[in-house]
């Protein structure tokens, strides 16, 4: 089966401009995942989907981040403007059940690094 | 408060060696799930093992087994027989039930940067 796709791999930006980051799920996949690893952390819960709904959100800068996961499959994250803070790997993961299950695995991307300079 | 401890930074051990990456965890919740996974230099996150926090017994999955205790609140993991190919990143990551609303994302520690030498 085909894992989570991302892409960019890479990403260059200056300050203040704008950036797009696109994740295709495991099919079937109803819940996706944007996390945030910053070089030297472990990686931090962006925001969740279920479908296209979204039930967490809680720790994304809403002033400058925006996601979206339309038709319940592919998901974008967008950053605008951007700042250097915001230099990190973007991982996208994604998993299987409709609701929360506890031993549920994720199966993650191989990650967006973004450089902003 | 830190939800996921890893104290060790780096580890540097000897290839056939056993390998004990430490984890503690802080949570109210009397329902959680504890996972390992390795992040090798290609950046992807690969699942290892998984703890429940009802689990009577300790969870294995091949070379990896997961210390838990529950008491103390950690969930060590233990790689036997080291490989070259294990030198990765490894995180101790937690879900918690309650977090609310359908959340099921993962808090993830620091990591452990495991370098296996020959």
């Known amino acids: 089966e085909a894992g989570v796709a991302q892409s960019p791999r890479y990403k260059i930006i200056e300050k203040r401009q704008s950036v797009a980051f696109w994740c295709n799920p495991i099919?079937?996949?109803?819940?996706l995942y944007w996390y945030q690893q910053i070089l030297g952390q472990g990686p931090k819960l962006l925001i969740q989907f279920q479908n296209n709904g979204v039930v967490d959100d809680s720790q994304l800068p809403k002033d400058r981040f925006s996601a979206e996961r339309l038709k319940g499959v592919d998901s974008t994250l967008k950053i605008q403007p951007a700042k250097l803070e915001d230099s990190a790997v973007y991982l996208c993961?994604?998993?299987?059940?409709?609701?929360?299950?506890?031993?549920?695995?994720?199966?993650f991307g191989q990650g967006t690094r973004l450089t902003v300079v | 408060a830190q939800k996921i401890t890893q104290t060790q930074p780096g580890m540097f051990v000897q290839e056939k060696e056993a390998v004990t990456l430490d984890c503690t965890y802080d949570?109210?919740?009397?329902?959680?799930?504890l996972f390992w996974y390795k992040q090798p230099s290609s950046g992807e996150m690969i699942f290892l093992i998984y703890?429940?926090?009802?689990?009577?017994q300790n969870a294995t999955e091949g070379r990896y087994s997961l210390n838990f205790q529950k008491a103390r609140k950690s969930a060590n993991l233990v790689i036997s027989a080291s490989q070259l190919g294990d030198s990765a990143m490894y995180f101790c990551?937690?879900?918690?039930?309650?977090?609310?609303?359908?959340?099921?994302?993962?808090?993830f520690g620091k990591g452990t940067h495991l370098i296996i030498q020959p």
């Open positions: 949570t109210s919740d009397p329902s959680y799930g």
């Open positions: 990551a937690m879900r918690e039930r309650y977090s609310g609303g359908g959340a099921d994302g993962l808090t």
């Open positions: 993961a994604s998993s299987s059940p409709s609701r929360l299950v506890m031993n549920t695995e994720a199966f």
């Open positions: 099919s079937g996949h109803a819940t």
């Open positions: 703890q429940g926090s009802y689990d009577q």
